[in-house]
């Protein structure tokens, strides 16, 4: 194939003008971009990287190698550090010699190797490949618990190509020699080079963006079934799970159970204390909560100083049990809240049931349950509070 590497250059100087403008607009009209402007910048860079080429069909042949080698090398790390603002502070980086140890390298091949295109090729490709392991790692993010999702695979996808079209270009070269005195690469190898390279930059930036939206939907999602305040599921998250568990228990014929936790006297700690020590109070009862359940038990708030805990598969005495191991944790030491050490305590309502595979009440057990365990805390409030009742 005949390509004409002048108005190649051209359409990728292009692109790439109009494809870093759009991601760098976007990042500027959000007030929570995490990255974007890296990336943006870094399209760009790359931008610049072809316009450096351009400049050996002036004549500058030395001057666009260096120019060349400096920009090619600072795009793929611009965008691991997208990534590395993407992940957040607490997410596992690479060391920054890593990242960006490899735009020296770059300058440093340039130089060396300046009229021995052969070698200062071949290295070129080595240290480009160290620059896609490197973003790769950050795209995948080993340890991450998050689902690797669309746009990750995306990422990868573009990284690997991009990789692969530069083994064959090293391969390429080894084998045709170099180009004209201007270019010092056969002309169908860069030109087929940027075009791929192009393709993996679109497809990352399609990837990266992709991202961006599947990070907001899932806070979106987040927002809609968690409290703000202690990050447990919210009553709309615990009346769709409570279905869910039971169909489960009806079609195993298991039982379910349900324990109201009414943290005591929690007008008082407000009224003593302040409402944001009530805040505190309540997101440490909470975590104080979660540490005594299982994995798949779910935690949610279920109004200002209730708690509903979902015990799957749990039967009386077992659910009893749990109650208890609550209502210790809760009550073995004062919750510290600044310079404050407040003393609290809670009352445990407990039920548990075995939902018949025949169910004529429907939708309404749900509620049943959940009001046969308010009831049992009412029985513990009215005996002293800082106790476990069951209901049966």
């Not at 359409?11 to 402007?37: D, E, K, M, P, T």
């Amino acid at each position: 194939m005949n390509l004409d590497l002048p108005t190649i250059l051209v359409v990728l100087i292009a692109a790439s003008v109009v494809l870093g403008g759009a991601v760098l607009f976007v990042a500027l009209r959000l007030q929570r971009h995490v990255g974007l402007l890296w990336w943006g910048a870094g399209l760009l860079v790359n931008a610049a990287s072809y316009g450096a080429f351009a400049l050996r069909f002036a004549g500058q042949v030395e001057l666009s190698i260096l120019l060349t080698n400096l920009l090619t090398g600072l795009t793929l790390p611009m965008h691991t550090v997208a990534l590395q603002h993407f992940h957040g502070p607490q997410a596992r980086r690479l060391s920054p010699v890593l990242v960006w140890g490899t735009v020296p390298l770059m300058v440093l091949n340039a130089l060396l190797w300046l009229n021995d295109d052969l070698t200062r090729n071949t290295a070129l490709g080595v240290v480009l490949t160290l620059q896609g392991l490197v973003f790769a790692w950050h795209a995948w993010m080993p340890g991450r618990d998050a689902p690797r999702v669309a746009g990750r695979w995306l990422l990868l996808a573009g990284t690997t190509a991009m990789v692969v079209i530069l083994t064959l270009r090293t391969v390429y070269m080894l084998h045709s020699g170099t180009g004209p005195a201007q270019l010092r690469v056969p002309p169908e190898a860069q030109a087929m080079t940027y075009l791929v390279v192009l393709m993996a930059l679109l497809t990352n930036t399609i990837g990266f963006v992709l991202m961006q939206m599947e990070q907001a939907l899932a806070r979106l999602h987040d927002a809609a079934t968690h409290d703000a305040l202690t990050g447990t599921a919210n009553r709309r998250a615990l009346m769709d799970r409570f279905e869910c568990a039971l169909s489960l228990a009806r079609r195993g014929e298991r039982p379910l159970a349900v324990l109201m936790i009414d943290i005591d006297h929690f007008k008082q700690v407000n009224d003593r204390y302040g409402h944001p020590a009530g805040d505190a109070v309540l997101r440490e009862v909470a975590h104080r909560i979660q540490q005594r359940l299982r994995r798949h038990d779910l935690l949610a708030r279920y109004g200002g100083e209730e708690f509903v805990v979902l015990l799957p598969d749990t039967d009386r005495d077992a659910a009893i049990k749990v109650a208890e191991a609550v209502r210790e944790a809760v009550q073995a030491g004062p919750l510290i809240v600044g310079q404050l050490s407040i003393p609290v305590t809670v009352s445990v309502g407990v039920h548990s049931r075995v939902p018949p595979s025949q169910d004529p009440q429907g939708d309404q057990t749900a509620d049943q349950m959940l009001q046969a365990s308010d009831r049992a805390v009412y029985r513990a409030k009215a005996g002293g509070r800082n106790r476990v009742e069951n209901e049966s």
